[in-house]
Every structure is written in C-alpha cells, then in structure tokens.
C-alpha cells in the first residue's frame, strides 16, 4: 500500500518538473526559431550597381542601389557605411526610406516616397574591370554590423548587375534605379498592368477596337485611362475601381493612343501602360524623306511627319535598332502636322540648309547604307512605319520619299502633305475672284483645332490675319482695304505646321 502512494508521487513529482521546466524551454526554442527565420527587418545590402551608361553621361547615369528593409520598423542604425574598394567609406545618416540610391548629382535622384539619395561625389566607376562593394550599419554605443560584402564582373554597356534575392549571384539587366526588381527580389508588392490586350473590327463606320486592360499581382486597384483617336480628335477617359481588368466599350479610330495608369508601388516599372494601336496603312508617325548618300558637306538625315492633329511624344519614339530615345523629356514632342529631321551632325545640317525654319534633331542613329538598307520607327517597342531602298529606289545623291517612291528634296516640308494625311480642315470661299466694290470676301472654315486665317499680298506680306476657333463653322469677312486696287492676294489657313494657300484675284 505505501508502495503505491510512493510511485505516485513521483509520477506527479515528474509531472511538474516537465510543466515547470521542460515545457518553457520547448516553448522558448520554438519561439526562437520563428522570429530567428522572420526577422523584423532585413539588413542594408546591394542589389543593383549600373556602371556604363550608353545613351547618357556617366555622371548623368551611374548609380548604386542599396535595399535597406523590407517591414515597416525603422532600421535599428543611426547611419550606414558604404565603401568601393580601398576607397575611403562613404557615409549617410539613416533615411528611413526603402531604398537608398547613390548618384553623382541630385538632379538625377529617382523621385519616389520610398527611396533616398546620397551623392558619390568624385567616385568613379569602373567600365572594364571587376569590382568590390562593402556597406555596414553603425549605431552610437554598439559599433558596426550588418557587413554586406559584393564583387562584380566587368560591366557590359548599358546594362546594370542586380542581384539574385539574397544570394552572391547577379544578373546582366536593364537599369531600374530606386525601384524593386520583382523578377529577382523577394518581398516586392507589386500591381502592375499587362500587356493590353486589342483587336480591330472593320465596320460600316470604320475601324472599331475592342480593348481589354488587365491587372498582376493583385485583385483590385484603382485605374485612370485614357483612350485618344489621334486622327479624329475624340478622347475617352475615366477612373475608377476595377477587380482583374477593364473591357472598354468599342472605340473607333483609325490610331488610337491607349494610356493607363495604376497608384505607384515598390515596382512601378508596370504601373503605366502606353500603347499605339495603328490600322493597316495609318501610322500617325511616318518616315517622309530619307537621304542616305547626300553630296558632300551635306550630312545624312532622316525626315519623319507627324501627320495627326495630335501631339506626339518624342520620348517614346526611336528608331528600331539605332541609337536611343528621340527625347529624354517627357514634355518634348512633335506637333501636329510638323516635320523633324534627325541627323548625327545638326550644327553641319543647320549650315548647309542655311534656314532655320526646319526642326532639326541630332541623334546617333549610325550610318545609312548607300546601296541598300532600311530604316524603322518604333513607339516603345512596337514598329509604326518602316521603310527601305536599294539602288533602282533612287541615284545618289538624290534623297526619296518613302510615300511617292520618287526623289525629294524638301528638308523640314512636305511637298504636297495632302497626299500623306486628311488635311486638319476643311474650307470654302465666297468667292476667289472679287471686286474692291462689290461683295465682301468671306470664308467658311471647319475644323476640330483652331485655324490661323492671312491675307497676304502677291509678295506674301501678311497684311491681316485671325485665329478661327474649334467647330466654328461660320462665315468670316476677310477685310480688303489695305491690299492694292487690283492684282493677285492670297488666303492662308494654318493648323499646327499644315498650311494650304489659296490664290485671289482683286479686280477694279
């Protein structure tokens, strides 16, 4: 009997051991396991080094990206070290930010609520060697910590290394400065938008498109659009809420700019979408002249129209293959019914044309082939207008018109632009033969724009001259009293760069 009652307190005696010690300490090492693989935040490390810009200076375009947190508690540093090599250590005060972008200047510091800049000052970086990077944090009291070390290969032209999540492997790139890498970062929150989706229908009213705009990476988000016929004028927008995608009703239009745009997040590379969607044979954007093997001291150029009463913009445009962006500001564009011509040498181009009437742009486009070759225009990546020549095209060295398929030599014009677009407007005149006495000379515009209105002499003086408003569509008195008695006068209607000139006769 007092056997039992022995065993059975030290059952109960073990019993409690296990509660009261054991137990805490399973507990303990489970806990410790869980915030050991979560940790509040991640340390300062490299992710992106960009040493060789092509299309820009180096001190316009070096940069050095540092992902600094991925949770929303402040980093627990007063300031962070960066050093290049045995170079002395650079050194910035925590920003609190995401990311951490050093630049030569702060006029190129990506402007985004999450990222920080700092200057790398007179450090260069290397563009034909390997490389090392080390960066550590430092708090008052406590000494250095979180030691992120990197090396680099040799960097390849216009290309940027990023790393591969939290590995020592990199990737060969295009540059993203201040924003996440999805493709190779974890932890990145990201909704962004796909591809767009179109296809074009022939009706009894023309060509109608029927659009869809898809979301990634999330369920909801608020979207603004914008949908513009670049050739009738007529612009649908709107925003609102969508769940997975947005079917926008049919939309007609010949060409349509198709934009839309979601609230910026850590990557805002697809945030934005920017799209042209061109009919067969209706390119807002065309090649319009192209001298390949102009006589010497004439350098090589390359004409294109805009032939919309749209403004186009030139940062989204290049030639496929050849050189860079037309324009590195996005406020930059070619207007309605104007020509630009582009060529590597501008200043030699200005001189030798000797007027300054003609846009011209310089641009390192390469050499064009004199016996045969071609040349394309892309939006994005998107191919609007191509063309090509060979040796029946044209003789040197004669330049050509891609429309006519015949030589031309109209730098900065269009012979006859009626033959390459619909004019931006329509008029009629009262009369083109008038008496100083008799009935006034009145004119009926009808236009979308607004339309400049001359009287010119027979010498092309402008002696009188008006702005016509969008939808007028009215008669206007052109007043005669300063033209001479008699003889030849002219009427010119103007919409953008598009101009037409029509002849009068002022009898007694």
Not at 213 to 240: H, P, Q, W
Not at 333 to 352: A, H, W
Request: one cysteine or more.
């Amino acid at each position: 009997m007092f056997k039992r009652i022995q065993e059975s307190c030290d059952l109960q005696a073990f019993l409690a051991f296990l509660l009261s010690v054991v137990l805490p300490l399973v507990v303990l090492f489970f806990l410790m396991m869980l915030f050991s693989c979560s940790p509040v935040f991640a340390c300062p490390r490299v992710v992106e080094v960009f040493a060789d810009p092509v299309d820009r200076s180096d001190r316009e375009g070096e940069f050095v990206e540092l992902r600094l947190g991925d949770g929303p508690e402040e980093p627990p540093f007063d300031s962070i070290a960066v050093q290049f090599e045995e170079k002395t250590a650079l050194l910035f005060a925590n920003p609190n930010k995401s990311r951490l972008v050093l630049v030569h200047d702060s006029a190129y510091c990506p402007q985004r609520e999450s990222v920080a800049c700092g200057l790398l000052g007179s450090l260069s970086l290397p563009n034909s060697r390997s490389t090392y990077w080390r960066t550590w944090t430092l708090r008052k009291g406590e000494g250095t910590a979180c030691l992120d070390s990197v090396g680099l290969a040799s960097p390849k032209a216009g290309s940027s290394f990023q790393r591969v999540k939290e590995s020592d492997r990199w990737v060969v790139t295009q540059p993203t400065p201040g924003e996440a890498n999805p493709l190779y970062e974890e932890g990145v929150r990201d909704c962004g938008l796909d591809p767009l989706e179109a296809s074009a229908l022939t009706s009894g009213n023309g060509m109608e498109w029927k659009i869809r705009i898809s979301m990634t990476g999330c369920d909801s988000a608020l979207l603004n659009y914008r949908v513009e016929d670049l050739f009738g004028g007529k612009v649908l927008s709107d925003s609102s809420v969508i769940y997975g995608g947005l079917e926008i009703p049919e939309v007609g239009g010949r060409a349509l700019r198709v934009r839309a745009e979601l609230p910026c997040d850590e990557a805002s590379g697809n945030d934005r979408l920017d799209t042209l969607l061109v009919s067969s044979g209706n390119s807002p954007l065309i090649v319009s002249e192209v001298h390949h093997c102009p006589q010497e001291p004439e350098p090589e150029w390359v004409e294109v129209y805009n032939r919309t009463g749209k403004n186009l913009p030139m940062e989204k445009f290049h030639f496929c293959g050849r050189g860079g962006l037309w324009s590195k500001n996005s406020s930059d564009s070619i207007r309605p019914y104007q020509s630009v011509i582009f060529t590597k040498d501008s200043l030699g181009m200005r001189d030798y044309l000797g007027y300054r009437d003609a846009r011209i742009v310089q641009l390192s486009m390469g050499y064009l082939n004199n016996s045969s070759g071609s040349i394309s225009v892309c939006y994005g990546e998107q191919v609007v207008d191509s063309v090509s020549w060979d040796k029946s095209t044209v003789a040197c060295p004669q330049g050509f018109n891609p429309v006519t398929g015949g030589a031309e030599y109209t730098p900065g014009f269009q012979r006859n632009a009626n033959s390459k677009k619909d004019s931006p407007f329509t008029y009629k005149l009262s009369s083109r033969v008038i008496r100083r006495d008799g009935t006034p000379l009145r004119v009926w515009v009808e236009s979308e724009f607004p339309v400049d209105l001359k009287l010119l002499d027979s010498a092309g003086h402008v002696l009188w001259k008006t702005r016509i408003p969008p939808q007028s569509n009215m008669w206007w008195g052109v007043p005669l009293k300063d033209l001479p008695k008699t003889g030849v006068a002219f009427i010119s209607f103007a919409a953008g760069s598009y101009e037409n000139k029509v002849g009068i006769l002022l009898r007694p």
